[in-house]
């Protein structure tokens, strides 16, 4: 059959132009009677050609971007729980991916994430919420630390003890806010003792490892890692 097929071909393509709707009306027939290999068949049409296919899609997204935009919003709105147990699925099945790219985007991206993780925890705790990026804070302060009152170095990187991080002078688990008048610049360091010391042995603490650590600065021309590390690594980026 197959090869009778490639021996007349000119007589099949003449046979299908002349009968041209009732080959339509047959082909639909028998795709209405077999959906699952009219399935398997695009499938693997699809799969062979795949450049082909997403050439194809994004030619036509382009030219009904517009219907494409309006029909995802309606669709997202009708099926909005089946879509979040699909997103749960597969956010659960690319835990590594999603990690890694977390990882990327926060690199990427420091100062808008560092807002977001001071938002997020804010909300958390239910506290008021203004809105304003950690960076018009550490220039307000003049780039100097509020609590040990030594210089930041601008280039300086979290985790980098010594870079600067938005500190709330009352930490926001004993009421304070997430505003303006209620946070200011400080060294990761000194933010990170400030939370989990008392205030005069945390003075005294700082004051000695901002010392030690610009001695160490300025023999090597870099900056040092703490001498004595802190006990509580944090996991996120620290605020207080
Ligand atoms: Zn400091």
Redesign the pocket.
């Known amino acids: 059959m197959k090869l009778w097929r490639e021996n007349n071909k000119d007589k099949i393509a003449a046979y299908d132009c002349a009968h041209k709707e009732e080959k339509a009306i047959r082909n639909k027939a028998w795709a209405a009677a077999n959906p699952e290999k009219v399935k398997a068949k695009a499938k693997k049409y699809r799969d062979s050609h795949k450049e082909k296919t997403s050439e194809r899609r994004k030619a036509f997204y382009i030219a009904h971007c517009g219907e494409q935009k309006l029909y995802s919003r309606e669709y997202n709105k009708k099926n909005s729980k089946k879509i979040a147990i699909r997103m749960k699925r597969w956010r659960d099945e690319n835990k590594e991916k999603i990690a890694a790219y977390m990882k990327d985007y926060r690199k990427a991206n420091l100062e808008k994430f560092l807002q977001y993780i001071h938002e997020r925890r804010s909300r958390k705790l239910k506290v008021i919420i203004e809105k304003f990026s950690s960076r018009e804070i550490f220039e307000r302060d003049g780039w100097i ?6 210089k ?1 170095n601008e280039g300086l990187k979290y985790p980098d003890p ?1 870079c600067a991080t938005l500190d709330h002078i009352i930490p926001l688990s004993k009421d304070g806010t997430h505003s303006r008048v209620n946070v200011q610049l ?2 990761l ?3 990170m003792r400030k939370s989990s010391s008392l205030p005069e042995e945390s003075a005294m603490q ?1 004051k000695q490892y ?1 010392m030690q650590s610009s001695l160490q600065t300025t023999n090597r021309g870099r900056t040092a890692p703490p001498a004595e590390p802190a006990s509580s690594e944090p996991e996120e980026f620290p605020v207080v």
């Open positions: 630390c509020q609590l040990c009152r030594k930041i010594l400080a060294h360091i000194c933010n700082i901002v």
